[in-house]
Structure formats: structure tokens, C-alpha cells
Nanobody, 127 residues
């Protein structure tokens, strides 16, 4: 059974940094594309960053040069390093895995491609 558990959220001031982690189990972690999404209050869920099997990332324009996604296949964990945080980064952050394609190349930010989701971790950035 696929299980994704996010951690690392919290409250931070504008300009600060946080690192989110997503620990995965129940599937071949290294084989699939993974991603981080977020849902801000009153807004739809949006893709933040994704990573393919080879470690190649894709970023939303809003987080480019501030956020870094990476994965450690040895410990089945996905990370999101968030720097230069802004109040508009306040949201519930989710990790997700796309188990449709083994050995994926080129991860997308389309939530419809992702099959399993974690429960989310809250990030709050104050000005």
C-alpha cells in the first residue's frame, strides 16, 4: 500500500527558509516521478515542483530560483528546500507520486497525472 507522509512545515517570516520532507513507502520509490503541490486558502491546488526518475526537476514560475526539489532514493524521501519565502507561499503543501509510468522521464506539474497523495503539511509565512 502506497503511503506518503509529509513533514517539515511550520511558521516562518518572509525571507526565511524551510525544508519539507516526504517519506514514501509501499512502492518502488526510485522508479517514479514525484511532485510537490500546494493549496493556498481560497485557491485551487497548484503544482510547485516535480522531479523525474533521473532527478531532473520542473518548477512553477512562481518558485523558480527560490525552491529546490530533490530526492534521496536510498531513504525513499522527497525534499523541497524553500528559500526566500514570501507570504504568498502560505499554503498546505502535499507530495504526490505518479505511478502510471515506470521509469518516468520529465515530470509534469499536472495534478491529474499523480495517483497517490500525502495528507499535507502546513507552511505559513508572515510578512
Amino acid at each position: 500500500q502506497v503511503h506518503l507522509v509529509e513533514s517539515g512545515g511550520g511558521s516562518e517570516q518572509s525571507g526565511g527558509s524551510l525544508r519539507l520532507s516526504c517519506t514514501a513507502s509501499g512502492y518502488g520509490f526510485s522508479l517514479y516521478c514525484m511532485a510537490w503541490f500546494r493549496r493556498a486558502p481560497g485557491k485551487e491546488r497548484e503544482g510547485v515542483a516535480s522531479i523525474d526518475r533521473g532527478g531532473n526537476p520542473t518548477y512553477a514560475d512562481s518558485v523558480k530560483a527560490r525552491f529546490t526539489i530533490h530526492r534521496d532514493n536510498a531513504v525513499n524521501t522527497l525534499y523541497l528546500e524553500m528559500n526566500s519565502l514570501k507570504p504568498e507561499d502560505t499554503a498546505l503543501y502535499y507530495c504526490a507520486v505518479n505511478t502510471h509510468t515506470i521509469g518516468c522521464r520529465g515530470a509534469s506539474l499536472n495534478e491529474n497525472e499523480y495517483t497517490y497523495w500525502g495528507q499535507g503539511t502546513q507552511v505559513t509565512v508572515s510578512s
